[in-house]
């Protein structure tokens, strides 16, 4: 008898980490990945927004940047040695990034992030749930989802579990001071969805299926 192969759909892609939205003064605002687990093992990446509108990957290797850049759109992708450290005694991170320097210091739990630890995490991951898990985010954060696509048609679902406000933020861009903290406006434009306009650091599973 002819034998019939079998087609098996690739295993969704899973992250599980945190990610920091921070505007600055200058106008340059920052989107920190700091992933703890995920098929390629611990990872950071940061993805920049000048005031101009540029858009700016900064990748540690190149398979980070293929994955981040299958979902995201940039106008240039740099693969560069990228450290987030991430220190519990002063509630900081401290990012080193190609020509980014940035320290980043974490305060109290938000209001969004007490609401998240009451969600239980089934019904945050749960597919049958996603459209009103993420009707609801958008209400409370204008601009976030939490189900989307990706730039190749890939199905995105972020489970966000806890939201920390960030409170201070002392950076550069080469030389150049980006001055103090401010709230994400504009929007930043890298895909579906922004980080919230106040400064928070969010803790999320990601769940990236394969594009259609």
Known sequence: MPTVASEVAPAPVVLDGRIAGAGTAHGTRLVVGRW??????????????????????????????????????????????????????????????????????????????????????????????????????????????????????????YAARDQHALVALDARWGDRSLGDLRRVEPPVRFGFSSVPAAPAVTAVQVTIDAPP
Do not use: C, K, N
Not at 59 to 87: G, K
């Open 36 to 157: 703890l687990r995920s098929p390629l093992g611990g990872f950071a990446d940061v993805m920049v927004e000048h005031p101009d509108g540029t858009r700016v990957l900064l990748a540690p290797r190149s398979d980070v940047a293929d994955l981040v850049t299958r979902l995201y759109t940039f106008d240039a992708v740099h693969v560069v040695p990228v450290d987030v450290v991430a220190d519990a005694s002063s509630r900081t991170w401290t990012v080193v990034a190609g020509p980014l320097r940035a320290r980043l210091t974490i305060g109290a739990r938000t209001p969004v992030g007490a609401l998240l630890r009451l969600v239980p995490p089934l019904v945050v991951r749960a597919r049958a749930t996603a459209g009103l898990v993420d009707a609801l985010a958008g209400a409370l954060v204008p601009g976030v989802h939490t189900r989307g696509r990706g730039r190749d048609g890939s199905s995105q679902v």
